[in-house]
């Protein structure tokens, strides 16, 4: 009998194969061919079973771009047909009519794929392939004409933060999602291309306008957990009320197309906890010494950037790729509003 899990993975992000028809300067995973020996299909039912017997709630299926599994359609149902919600995220770059006629018998909880500029020029250069923005366009619009839930993701870095008031002139009033992310210097991404803490906090300042001044019908918006956190002038940008601090390991599991269990995609794989080959995920799951760097938290567990904040405590250091990515620590996120304020207020005179 399976025990019952002392901790409940809300989120799945399972990454169904490496393999890629891009090649975005900022993909962290360095996404372009499959990795060695991927899952086979029996493999996948195995874990989709698991992590219906550990209360799953939701399982997003990505890549690489997640269509180039042949097994995907299988792998969905079966997701489905478990109890999960089921969501993907795409690039939308070759999305074919079968793709999509399988896509909208599903009835996924949502489809999500990337717009990182609102110019061929801009978005083709990031996503690595002419082409991409006239194709990710033509997806979106299948996808909205078939009623299926979007989300446009733009992943902003040096390259592209000075186009979203025209990605957002491109969204307004279409019932499309947007969640905006920044990108961290990992896999492909330089990080002379990442944004400085001053052009962060303008994103945030943006962010936090449109919401201000739009309602959730007319322009749905979050910033993703990478945004934040305690500002005294910015409010939570995510879905909850609250940051509470990073959620790998805690209600976030993810998977790797070879198998190996981490909490965070984002993070190194000193962060692999497991591999379903070597042993179940319901046990990688409930494992007591699993994921310790967040089960296991304490305050005296952050880095130089967090030790002396009075939010220590319920924050843990901000995201955690973030923190790993920039400064090679956990609990250490150097992308931090409150930090980013005191910082302003120690230069100003007086």
């Not at 060695?36 to 550990?54: F, G, K, V």
């Not at 061929?120 to 299926?148: C, E």
């Not at 989300?151 to 000075?162: A, E, G, R, Y």
């Not at 945030?204 to 990478?226: D, Q, S, V």
Request: charged fraction near 20%; charge should be positive; hydrophobic fraction near 35%.
């Amino acid at each position: 009998m399976t025990p019952e899990p002392h901790y409940i993975p809300k989120q799945v992000v399972w990454e169904l194969t490496l393999q890629c028809n891009l090649h975005c300067i900022h993909c962290g995973s360095l996404a372009g061919i499959p990795r060695p020996h991927e899952l086979t299909l029996q493999e996948s039912r195995n874990i989709i079973n698991d992590l219906a017997c550990i209360h799953t709630d939701q399982v997003c299926l990505m890549g690489g771009e997640p269509f180039l599994k042949k097994e995907w359609y299988q792998i969905a149902k079966a997701t489905k047909d478990a109890g999960m919600k089921l969501l993907f995220i795409s690039n939308g770059y070759q999305i074919t009519s079968d793709t999509l006629k399988k896509l909208i018998a599903l009835e996924p909880y949502a489809v999500s794929t990337s717009l990182d500029g609102a110019t061929p020029t801009t978005h083709d250069h990031i996503r690595g392939m002419k082409g991409s923005y006239q194709n990710v366009l033509k997806f979106i619009k299948h996808l909205t004409t078939a009623g299926l839930p979007t989300t446009v993701i733009t992943t902003v870095n040096k390259l592209n933060f000075t186009e979203l008031p025209d990605i957002k002139n491109l969204l307004l009033n279409k019932h499309i999602a947007w969640q905006i992310q920044t990108a961290a210097p990992e896999g492909r991404f330089k990080k002379k291309f990442a944004l400085s803490k001053e052009e962060f906090y303008t994103v945030g300042l943006f962010i936090a306008a449109l919401r201000n001044r739009y309602t959730p019908k007319e322009l749905p918006l979050i910033g993703a957990h990478c945004f934040g956190y305690h500002s005294q002038h910015i409010p939570y940008l995510g879905l909850s009320p609250h940051w509470t601090g990073c959620q790998a390991g805690l209600s976030i599991l993810s998977i790797k197309s070879n198998g190996d269990i981490i909490g965070c995609l984002s993070t190194p794989a000193t962060y692999i906890e497991g591999n379903i080959r070597k042993k179940r995920l319901i046990d990688i799951w409930n494992d007591p010494e699993a994921f310790a760097y967040n089960r296991k938290f304490t305050p005296k567990d952050t880095g130089d950037h967090c030790k002396e904040c009075e939010f220590g405590r319920t924050c843990k250091g901000g995201c955690l790729g973030m923190s790993t990515s920039f400064t090679t620590k956990p609990h250490n996120d150097p992308y931090c509003f409150h930090t980013i304020e005191l910082q302003y207020q120690d230069k100003q005179p007086g």
